[in-house]
């Protein structure tokens, strides 16, 4: 599964490829994945991207008043490609999920290798929505989230912290990869603190 830093990577190479480019097609290959009908894939078409951001883990392309909003589940995953196949890509159940031809030539493919298609696509006016996205919590990598906002919201949690950690109207993009690898840092780090107190403690005692 994508972890938060690595959206938040794709997300920046995203923007600098997409911003000021024109969209020329959007062309679906998995109906299932498409979770809005309303306003329709095709109203990206001929507009501009003015941007691409991210909320927590959810890539959100801006287009100027509509925005193609992705969750890439467990698999999913964004292609460039600097050359689109000259054709349409046939629905079926292979890995394609949807394909987005810029104007000038190239643009990027949405694809899911698992064989349970859990990739979401969302056509809407706001992020917010999109209600996953409407419930996230404050997001870790914005820093906008000190120690102390941290540990207020962790107070009225109850259950184990790494439940806690994953749970996305607590903290946006924090899943159980990545809460677990923060986890064992913090683990780290306070064997470390006990061991240098320890020493510190016993090089005292044995001080004249």
Request: charged share 25%; with cysteine; net charge neutral.
């Amino acid at each position: 599964m994508p972890e938060l830093p690595e959206v938040e990577v794709l997300c920046r190479r995203l923007d600098e490829r997409l911003s000021g480019r024109r969209i020329e097609a959007v062309q679906l290959a998995s109906f299932s994945a498409l979770k809005t009908y309303d306003p329709p894939l095709s109203s990206l078409e001929s507009r501009a991207v003015a941007g691409v951001g991210r909320r927590g883990k959810w890539v959100c392309v801006d287009t100027g008043g509509e925005w193609l909003v992705v969750h890439l589940a467990k698999s999913g995953w964004v292609r460039w490609r600097d050359r689109m196949p000259p054709a349409a890509p046939r629905p079926g159940r292979g890995p394609l999920a949807l394909r987005v031809r810029m104007e000038g030539g190239g643009g990027f493919e949405l694809t899911e290798m698992a064989t349970e298609k859990r990739l979401a696509l969302y056509v809407v006016s706001s992020p917010d929505e999109v209600d996953q996205i409407a419930t996230l919590g404050p997001d870790p990598l914005t820093g906008d989230l000190p120690r102390e906002r941290l540990g207020a919201l962790l107070a009225g949690e109850k259950g184990d912290l790494k439940h806690a950690l994953s749970r996305q109207s607590l903290l946006a993009g924090v899943g159980n990869a990545w809460g677990w690898h923060g986890l064992t840092d913090i683990h780290q780090e306070a064997r470390g603190a006990r061991k240098d107190a320890h020493h510190g403690d016993h090089g005292a005692e044995q001080a004249p």
